[in-house]
């Protein structure tokens, strides 16, 4: 069965410094990947997602993600972190040709910047 | 508001009681997941409905079970509540087929859920 994995449950950064949270994913096929982001008190919106050969996506907020098949990584990355980035993060993943398998979670990465 | 309604978003509750969470999806959309988030579980794959019928089941308890009506709306049934099924439940919804990878899911913003 297909699998994310979120290294790291709490990461802490500076404000203006580099975000960066890990998700690996388990597949020999490249699937579908998301990162999902959730608020306090809110529930989870889509930040990005790998569905195509771009393997660099752009995202909401300033967020982007790079693909990486070799290391079967989908990394998210913001160049400076902002307070209201503070939240907690979800990497998802969807086999490709998969139908309507939904889509399966990280345990997820809270992200706290400090001020 | 993301279009996704999920009522009540606070349920307090005593052990061996049951419940019902109710989940009305975005307009358009047929597919209704339920999600269960624990500290220690993290977001857990319940059930999805279709149209009204069964889809996908994932780690539901057999003291847990769902239905989607006519008029899409789902419902969740927790059952014999235990001090453990203490959680946020999600429900989600999306478009069908590979549409839904393009746009994502749509999470409602939950129902907490507190067994005493």
């Known amino acids: 069965a297909q699998s994310v994995t979120q290294l790291g449950s709490h990461v802490s950064v500076s404000e203006g410094a580099l975000v960066l949270l890990r998700c690996n994913y388990s597949?020999?096929?490249?699937?579908?990947l998301f990162w999902y982001v959730q608020y306090p008190n809110q529930g989870l919106q889509l930040l990005l997602k790998?569905?195509?050969?771009?393997?660099l996506v752009k995202g909401i907020n300033g967020f982007e993600a790079e693909f990486k098949k070799s290391e079967t990584s989908f990394h998210l990355t913001k160049p400076s972190a902002h307070m209201s980035d503070a939240a907690e993060y979800f990497c998802?993943?969807?086999?490709?040709?998969?139908?309507?398998?939904?889509?399966?979670f990280g345990k997820g990465t809270r992200l706290s910047v400090i001020a | 508001d993301s279009g996704v309604t999920q009522t009540p978003k606070h349920l307090i509750t005593a052990t061996g009681q049951r419940v019902t969470l109710r989940c009305s999806p975005r307009?358009?959309?047929?597919?209704v997941y339920w999600y269960q988030q624990s500290l220690d579980q993290g977001l857990q794959f319940l059930i999805q409905?279709?149209?009204?019928?069964?889809?996908a089941k994932g780690n539901i308890l057999e003291r847990f079970s769902a239905q989607q009506f006519p008029d899409l709306h789902s419902e969740l049934n927790l059952s014999s509540l235990e001090l453990g099924d203490s959680a946020l439940y999600f429900c989600?919804?999306?478009?069908?087929?590979?549409?839904?990878?393009?746009?994502?899911?749509?999470f409602g913003s939950g129902t907490r859920l507190t067994v005493v």
């Open positions: 989600a919804s999306s478009v069908e087929g590979d549409a839904r990878l393009i746009y994502g899911y749509t």
């Open positions: 597949s020999s096929v490249p699937p579908y």
């Open positions: 790998y569905t195509s050969a771009a393997t």
């Open positions: 998802a993943v969807s086999p490709r040709n998969s139908g309507n398998t939904p889509l399966v």
């Open positions: 307009s358009g959309d047929l597919s």
């Open positions: 409905y279709y149209n009204g019928e069964e889809r």
